[in-house]
């Protein structure tokens, strides 16, 4: 079989975490569970695999090479953000043919390592068959944000045909899925050899690998890292790669993953993924809760006293400080321009 | 008539607006509401009378004499805090006689001073006739955190005798007072001539007066400061001038004042003593609000914003945090030391 190499997209413009991760420093590379950021995180689940390349934006670079460790990625520099299927081309132009890609976001947590492997090893082995894989996450709930999998005719045991995929539906169509069953979310985490999804990618949206071929073909090497060129890179349509290639792909399959997966999307989603007291409390920093339930503390260094409070969210970084409900959270951008800064 | 003159009773250890106000810095000193600090709008109600006495402590001295500004006060230094009825003693036995003194606590919030100024003078009044005269603070709540006084017979249209001083009583009572009627809080202002309290003090705290007036005698003058002598000081027993004089006095009346009216015990009561918007909310810094009623912020500099909460308390002071319910703010002693720093 051959190698299954991580290809790890590093980015994100953080204001869904505001004030804590910040467009300078994005969730990507704050310890927000545990000790580990969520990219050393997903580097350590992958570390089962071949070396990883990450691909990633000159404004995280730092970051980036900050928290590889001793791991030996290849890094590759987009010259600009253009979306999914233009940043998974670069890595699968700089990959061998019969390579197995596994496509993690670098913003996810998995609670459970052992069972994303296991997912990893079964996505792997349909991609040798020329199947292009999706992760199919546990529908939980009648969540609105995430797009949605059908499940197909089975692949043996190890996944199934892609039936459908449902862009975000609305409330009402989320929970006839889950009534009717057979749906996964879609976690965005893919598995496909390199050469397939190159000729889909070619089938489907031939202008976008024609720009990152040039860009590769007019990059620059500089030790571990690739600069692709950045004039032809623009030329790139920025389309996510679930519309360029999954949705249209006749080969679209799926390994349903149970991995205690969350996209860590708001403030909520942070807290549920984290470890909590009794009370449901969680905190990350000092601070001192008394008759609190479900309330949330994250603090850079001040110390936070919550009283007689239920399902609140208090963070503190730098001059910032937000408190809110669990749902207001996801109200942040109408603050004037916070969530900008 | 004599003059009118104010002694201004400046201290207070700082826990229960924690964390605003500390041992360091206490609530007298902050500028709570509106643009003066609360010692100085005390000053500044008591403007239309004589010069103020000032009784404070070494360690508040600095924070009297940056906010006095250009008032002539003479100002008295505690050796140590030995409760109200010496720190009066002190300002008695260094004034005239026949001076009225007009006692007022420096943490009070009073958001009608004309209607202050009014009650004093007919409290003024009622103390030329050898008086010992309460301000008595309209009763709007069954509150147990406060002293009642009862009125008896009327005295002119000035005010009344005082017919029973009721310790803080509890619910119950507080209901029942309310319902029957005739009952003020006492709010620790008074008013009555030098001589006067002296006299009572002698006839029924004699070792109060003993010790407060050596310590006067080996006092010390320093320009606008008086310094008593502390070891004679330490001898006079703590005792409030409630206890030590005006239940015990056979002169006592008081004054009906309805002048808005505030002990700023809490971050509930300060936020009730504060202009608020249209939505409830009092800000004091730099603060958004999105989605929210009856809400309090209070930041010495971080901006604060707050989304989808109600009835919550949010400050900021320093390295120090608070989010709370309005209700659980009485529970700012529960948090380990946090009130004593």
């Known amino acids: 079989m051959s190698q299954i190499v991580p290809v790890i997209l590093c980015g994100g413009s953080g204001t869904r975490l505001w004030p804590r991760s910040r467009a300078s420093k994005p969730k990507p590379f704050l310890p927000l569970i545990g000790e580990q950021t ?92 020329g199947w292009l894989v999706s992760f199919g996450i546990e529908a939980t709930g009648p969540e609105t944000g995430y797009g949605y999998l059908k499940r197909g005719e089975a692949l043996g045991d190890l996944g199934f045909r892609t039936a459908r995929f449902v862009e975000k539906p609305d409330l009402e169509r989320a929970t006839a899925f889950l009534a009717e069953g057979g749906y996964d979310w879609n976690g965005g985490i893919f598995a496909f050899r390199a050469a397939t999804f190159l000729e889909e990618l070619e089938a489907h949206c031939p202008g976008v690998l024609g720009s990152v071929w040039a860009a590769v073909a007019a990059g620059r090497e500089e030790g571990a890292r690739f600069h692709p060129d950045a004039s032809a890179f623009a030329g790139a349509e920025a389309i996510s790669v679930d519309y360029a290639v999954m949705e249209r792909t006749t080969h679209a ?12 999307g708001s403030w909520e989603s942070l807290h549920m993924a984290r470890k909590r007291d009794a009370q449901g409390n969680s905190v990350n920093g000092r601070a001192e809760l008394v008759d609190c ?49």
Chains 1, 2 share one sequence.
């Open 38 to 129: 969520i990219f050393e995180a997903t580097l350590a689940r992958c570390a089962p695999f071949a070396a990883p390349v990450v691909v990633t934006g000159a404004a995280h670079l730092e970051h980036v090479e900050a928290q590889l460790g001793a791991s030996e990625a290849a890094i590759i520099i987009e010259p600009q953000a253009r979306n999914t299927a233009a940043a998974i081309a670069l890595a699968a132009l700089r990959l061998p043919g019969d390579a197995v890609m596994l496509v993690c976001p670098s913003d996810h947590h998995i609670g459970d390592p052992q069972a994303f492997a296991d997912a990893a090893r079964k996505a792997a082995a349909l991609a040798q068959e």
């Open 293 to 341: 339930q479900g309330v949330l503390v994250e603090s850079d260094g001040p110390r936070v006293s919550v009283i007689g409070l239920e399902g609140v969210v208090v963070v503190v970084d730098g001059d910032e400080v937000l408190v809110t409900s669990m749902d207001g959270a996801q109200k942040v951008g109408k603050l004037g321009g916070a969530a900008n800064q």
């Open 253 to 264: 399959a799926l390994v349903p993953a149970r991995m205690d997966w969350s996209d860590i």
